[in-house]
């Protein structure tokens, strides 16, 4: 049954994110506009396996920009124009058709930008189980974000003790995780960032062992060959281009590159030429891409080791909240102009 | 003892190839030069645990490109101008310093190009076992080349059966053997190489299901597209650049390239650049460099598959010799330009 006998549905306003059209270079706030419609609060009939969800938190994510794009070539369908955009977040459930959920659930997964959503995929939710924790850490280190820096950096690369990891885009949502993982695996650290405010985080708050700010670099390959002298065995990739190129020029011997994203590139609308790949041979190196939704079975295990070390304050985490669902657009552009400090999310409603 | 008591030294004539200075584009015959000096066939004092060695076969191989730049840059290190080339050879024994070997030995490995060599170092050799078989073989199939095809695609890649295999440089002294050996591991296999008689040897000599001239094509990804409609699970890259993005923008899921060298980039002053790495997310795509001689502890495991199959005829392989010393400058040159068809092979002298 899709909605309880006798229940009398509620219609309420329901604001939302519409993706404008297709998108070439960067994106900007007109692309997308906010409207406001009205949702009646009940399952519809033609989603009577599903689930209405009431949104409280939306994740800005690099991979959105992709979708931006008319083109077949991404892992993740195109945003359709003149519809919301989709993503990550954090809901309620307000309303089951499915056996796995109940009505005042908390669940993270794929949802709508708007403040109410039909979920018809609710095999694509995770239920909360820790509520103990900010709920908005499920767009982050206890949602995607997390499994991502976890599945990259420790499935991908199996960093040993007293190894060297680089990471790009380090103060990020994945990055900030990347280097404390790195830290507790025994590695010496050290991340890049785009503003000295970036660079301080990573040294004072993350426990990089050292952070630049990859800007005031005229040459990244001297830059890294400064900060490892010694070479770079595991690189954790968010960038691409030019950045991939300098870190080529300094793997060690059997160096590891987990491939997780390349958010240079996804504004350009021909990407950068990688020029330095003959290093992979001479070094012996294994480069990886990988998305993180082929990995979700570890999630589990994922929270098993996380969960204790947010509690105890081994592992802290950094966001920057956006008010409401009408401050959406301009995050989610910051995003690639660099502008968020810390995880990017959209707070869109009280629990 | 370096030599036996009461033996007295012969001096013969040592024909030598002289690398004569660092070499930038593509190398010319007068890069090398003829020199005829003399050797006293007798192991000197300052080689005491080494050996002499009557050189048979010489092997040209691409990875001798990179040692003729002056730079740190390669896994191998330069040749010294003035000095006679060295590279991989099939030699006789003639006096022997080291317990592992004795005179008349047939052995396989590092060596001059010269028809005399005193090696010191030993350990870099092979003793060859198997006699009934052409010994110029271990310049190719049963030597190093056979060693990287096979290390290659099977510890690197694990064909799958009803896989789509690509095989770049597909008749060269490695690319044959990827071919053939994924083919025997039920694949579908495509090669693809310079000219017409090429083709035909991969189609009707080789096995491979089909093959095609590179030069031919206008567009690569599209030929890539045409002969995989379903795309490629495994790339064997021996050439770099333009093929390598060609085969990024072909690939499937969970596909696997390994990256055994990039002979279309070598003789350029700064290497292209490859634009579609992306491809390695969205695909999930590993992407591994090996050295064939990190793996030779393989080298018995190897044997006793392939030598069986050679007997059998279930394996063949083809050469392309050119007959002596004074050839070996323009066979070298030549396979920069892919003039040899099959392995390219320098016979020094009969045993």
Redesign the interface.
Known sequence: MAAEEGQVAVTVSNKQVIFNNYVSGFPKESDMSIVVGEINLKLPESAAGGLLLKNLYLSCDPYMRPRMRNSS???VGAFQPGSPLSGYGVAKVLESGHPNFEKGDLVWGSTGWEEYTVSTEPGQLFKIQHKDVPLSYYTGILGMPGMTAYVGLYELCSPKKGEYVYVSAASGAVGQLVGQFAKLAGCYVVGSAGSQEKVDLLKNKFGFDEAFNYKEEQDLAAALKRYFPQGIDIYFENV?GKM?DAVLGNMRLRGRIA????IS?YNLE??????????????????????VS?HYHLYPKYLEMVVPKIKEGEIVYVEDTAEGLDSAPAALVGLFYGRNVGKQVVKVADD
């Not at 021909?270 to 998305?291: T, Y």
Request: charged share 15%; hydrophobic share 40%.
């Open positions: 070539g991404s892992y691409g991939l491939v997780c994203g390349m590139q021909s990407p950068e030429g990688v020029h330095n790949l003959a290093s992979l041979i001479m070094n012996r190196i294994r480069m990886e891409g990988f998305i082929d």
